[in-house]
């Protein structure tokens, strides 16, 4: 698994979850449930993640939405 996006913007996960579903690639969201152990106050930031296989597709995928500052990595080719 490689991380694709880090962040503390719940609506930016889901809206990268979406858009990656539709193209039929598998995503999960490590930390998600942190907040139960943080108290809330958005302190840690979520990873989606996708297996290395499918990193540069949903790199991809992700950039041409326009979401290509949140690419950990912003491997551009």
Known sequence: MRELIVT???VLISYAEALLKD??????VFDR???L???SIGAF????????D???EAAQILRD????????????K
Not at 23 to 28: D, G, S, T, V, Y
Not at 45 to 52: E, G
């Open 8 to 10: 503390n913007e719940p």
């Open 33 to 35: 449930n942190m907040s």
């Open 45 to 52: 930031p979520r990873r989606l993640v996708v297996s290395d």
């Open 65 to 76: 939405a326009g979401l290509g500052e949140w690419v950990v990595g912003n491997a551009r």
């Open 37 to 39: 152990m943080e108290g």
């Open 54 to 56: 499918e990193w540069a």
């Open 23 to 28: 193209q039929r690639i598998e995503a999960m």
